[in-house]
């Protein structure tokens, strides 16, 4: 293993962490049940690439891999699917319906990964793969493409929709463009992230944790901005 490849998931904690926490600052202020939910999905992100760092230091235990595999391969994505879904979705019931679905997928997930067995062998690897660690086909290895793959094309596709109707504003601009930052550091991590662990490639899959957050966080934060009426309107100190 290349010495320090560990820092790499590390930073990336780092940022998922300071990230979560900016998202947790503003709901507590705002009240917007997608800031919540955000933050709640970038804590998970957090702990599970600092799992990676410590499985890349000091080797992988079982309860790591289940940590990385549920927070990490699983959970996050619904998570950040579900505050984009609140953004769009009006209606309360449906939005009710949502939330039980979520409920339901975090239970499910939460269950099958802790009940799995798992190959002790497999864990000697620098980045294990699910399906050596859970087996092929089985349940818990297969979470991911029942679970992420759809929860990201809901995410993507709820981002560029709601970039496409900012387009051409603009006094949205800074938000246009973070929001397709926000779409384009989820899509590093979920097609270079998911190719590079299951190739068990532990560098640049922890360069993709990296840049993926690191993208979405820039993004979110000049989507933040105010805008140019939002100045203008404001009191002066």
Do not use: C
């Not at 953004?87 to 997930?109: D, E, H, I, Q």
């Not at 981002?159 to 246009?176: I, Q, V």
């Not at 640049?204 to 820039?218: C, D, H, N, Q, R």
Request: net charge positive.
């Amino acid at each position: 293993m290349l010495p320090g490849v560990w820092t790499f998931p590390s930073l990336a904690a780092l940022v998922a962490l300071v990230f979560s926490a900016m998202l947790l600052r503003r709901y507590l202020r705002q009240r917007r049940s997608y800031l919540a939910l955000w933050a709640v999905a970038l804590l998970m992100y957090a702990v599970a690439s600092a799992v990676v760092a410590a499985g890349a230091l000091d080797g992988w235990t079982s309860a790591e891999f289940r940590a990385y595999w549920a927070l990490g391969a699983v959970l996050n994505v619904p998570f950040l699917a579900q505050g984009e879904l609140d953004l769009l979705v009006r209606n309360r019931w449906v939005r009710s319906a949502l939330y039980v679905a979520l409920a339901f997928v975090t239970a499910y997930t939460i269950a099958r990964v802790r009940t799995a067995a798992i190959d002790v062998d497999a864990l000697g690897e620098q980045l294990p793969s699910g399906k050596e660690a859970f087996g092929d086909g089985t349940p818990a290895h297969r979470l991911p493409q029942l679970v992420s793959i759809p929860a990201y094309l809901v995410l993507i596709g709820g981002t560029l929709w709601s970039a496409w109707g900012m387009r051409g504003r603009p006094e949205l601009r800074d938000r246009f463009w973070g929001t397709l930052l926000i779409a384009l550091g989820a899509t590093v991590i979920a097609a270079l992230g998911s190719a590079f662990a299951a190739l068990g490639e532990l560098l640049p899959f922890s360069l993709s944790l990296l840049a993926g957050v690191t993208v979405m966080f820039v993004g979110f934060l000049r989507a933040s901005r105010r805008t140019t009426s939002e100045r203008v309107s404001a009191p002066t100190p």
